[in-house]
């Protein structure tokens, strides 16, 4: 089933962004009369006609409606440094969503080497990310922030974890599962300082482990979405 996307709508008629539209009516030559589905990121799939195939912004009119996300055990924040390469951040942030990851932020940290995070396209990505695995629901995607600013946003949040390389007693992964709303803090490709460290667990964050191998920050993502993704088995 092919799926569109959809943000605006007006009673019972929907329109689509000129990218949505252009792969509609252009790339998959779809026309007037035609029925398509269409999701709107909040749970909702959508039967819809086009009334006005306009590559430029295409209009439609709804058939039915369904909600057909079940609501989840859990809620998955996971918070993360930006990588250097910005395709590895993307290709995690795509994968993340497939598996479910609820909210993502992006943490700019003493080690940090790009600091630059293009929050329209990533929620591009996500957008097609849901769209291809019929999600359904967008995850929040929040603007970079500098990790001082993270430690005193997240100050009063409860069940929260900073994963780092330090050898010490660590929280491991499997033992949190259950936790039904979780906020995981991976570092840098350098990994967390001392200080950052210290001013996480000052805050609040238990230490968590990810296991013996030392993983890269955005395998460390996947991993921890995945993880969920398999103890819920949903």
Known sequence: ????????????????????????????????????????????????EITEGNPQGCILKIISK???????????????SPTKNADR?????????????????FIICKRTEK???????????AESAVKQSIQTILPVINEAISFKDFMAKHKDTSSKYIAHCLEENKTE??????????????????????????????NKFQPLSLGNSRLRTETAGLYVAAAYKSHYGI
């Open 1 to 48: 089933m092919q799926i569109f996307f959809a943000s605006i709508f007006k009673e019972n008629i929907i329109l689509l962004s000129a990218e949505e539209s252009k792969h509609c009516i252009r790339v998959l030559r779809h026309k007037s009369g035609d029925i398509i589905h269409v999701i709107d990121g909040k749970g909702n799939l959508f039967e819809a």
């Open 115 to 125: 600091t630059g995070v293009k929050t329209d396209r990533l929620k591009k990505i």
């Open 66 to 80: 369904k909600q057909i996300a079940s609501p989840k055990k859990y809620y998955l924040h996971v918070a993360i």
């Open 173 to 202: 992964l499997k033992t949190i599962l259950q936790n039904l709303n979780n906020l995981i803090l991976i570092g840098p490709e350098g990994d967390f300082t001392e200080e950052e460290i210290t001013l996480a667990v000052e």
């Open 89 to 105: 951040i993307e290709w995690m942030l795509e994968k993340c969503t497939e598996l479910g990851v609820d909210e993502f932020s």
